[in-house]
Antibody, heavy 118, light 112 residues
Framework: EAQLVESGGGLVQPGESLRLSCAAS????????MGWVRQAPGKGLAWVAT????????YYVDSVKGRFTISRDNAKNSLYLQMNSLRVEDMAVYFC???????????WGQGSLVIVSS | EVVMTQSPLSLPVTLGQPVSISCRSR???????????LNWFHQRPGQSPRRLIY???DRDSGVPDRFSGSGSGIDFTLKISRVEAEDVGIYYC?????????FGQGTKVEIK
C-alpha cells in the first residue's frame, strides 16, 4: 500500500530549529519529485518547497528561502525539511506530498504539527 | 506568485442537488508544453487533502464520476452532479504550472 508518514513535529520557541522527516513506502520514491505543503491552524493550504527526483533541484516559496532546506535520501526512501529560525507564522501542519504527475500532488502524508510559541 | 481565486467560499447544499465551484487565476495556466496543470483537492476536517482532478478534467482512480472538472486558460470549474453526504468538506483548486504552486482559498461545502 502506498504511504507517506511524516514525523519530527513538535513545540519550539521562535528562532529555534526543527527537522521534519517523511518516510515513503510503495510509491517508487526515487523516481518522483516530492514537496512540502503547510496549513496554518484554520487556514488554507500553501506550498513550502519542492525537490526533484535526484535532489539536485530545489524550489522554495519566498517566505522560507534562506531558512528552510528540503532534501531527500533515495536510499532510505525519505524526504526531509530542515527548518531554521522558526517564526510564529511558520506554525502549521506540514504535509509531505508526492508529485507523481507533472504540476500536481497525487499522494499526501497525514501531516506533522509544528507549533512555534514562546 | 499566481493568485487563485475561488468562489463561492461557502456553499450550503441540499443532498442530491448539483454543485459548482469556480476557480480563476490571474494569469494563464497553460505551460510551455501546452498542458494546463490545474488540480482539485478535497479535504475533510482533520484529514490530509485528497486529489480528485488533475490537468483540468482528469479524474483520479476511485473518484466517483459525479465529480467533473472543466475550463481553460484562467477560468476553471469543479462540478458535483448530485451531492452526497460524504462530499462535505473543503475543496481547493491548485495550479502547478508556475512556481510557487498556489492554492485557492478553499470552498467549504456543507449540507443544509
Amino acid at each position: 500500500e502506498a504511504q507517506l508518514v511524516e514525523s519530527g513535529g513538535g513545540l519550539v520557541q521562535p528562532g529555534e530549529s526543527l527537522r521534519l522527516s517523511c518516510a515513503a513506502s510503495g510509491l517508487n520514491f526515487s523516481s518522483n519529485w516530492m514537496g512540502w505543503v503547510r496549513q496554518a491552524p484554520g487556514k488554507g493550504l500553501a506550498w513550502v518547497a519542492t525537490i526533484n527526483n535526484d535532489g539536485k533541484e530545489t524550489y522554495y516559496v519566498d517566505s522560507v528561502k534562506g531558512r528552510f532546506t528540503i532534501s531527500r535520501d533515495n536510499a532510505k526512501n525519505s524526504l526531509y525539511l530542515q527548518m531554521n529560525s522558526l517564526r510564529v507564522e511558520d506554525m502549521a501542519v506540514y504535509f509531505c506530498g508526492r508529485a507523481g504527475t507533472p504540476g500536481s500532488v497525487d499522494y499526501w502524508g497525514q501531516g506533522s504539527l509544528v507549533i512555534v510559541s514562546s | 506568485e499566481v493568485v487563485m481565486t475561488q468562489s463561492p467560499l461557502s456553499l450550503p447544499v441540499t443532498l442530491g442537488q448539483p454543485v459548482s465551484i469556480s476557480c480563476r487565476s490571474r494569469q494563464s495556466l497553460v505551460s510551455r508544453e501546452g498542458k494546463t496543470y490545474l488540480n482539485w483537492f478535497h479535504q475533510r476536517p482533520g484529514q490530509s487533502p485528497r486529489r480528485l482532478i488533475y490537468e483540468i478534467s482528469d479524474r483520479d482512480s476511485g473518484v466517483p464520476d459525479r465529480f467533473s472538472g472543466s475550463g481553460s486558460g484562467i477560468d476553471f470549474t469543479l462540478k458535483i452532479s448530485r451531492v452526497e453526504a460524504e462530499d462535505v468538506g473543503i475543496y481547493y483548486c491548485m495550479q502547478g504550472t508556475h512556481w510557487p504552486w498556489t492554492f485557492g482559498q478553499g470552498t467549504k461545502v456543507e449540507i443544509k
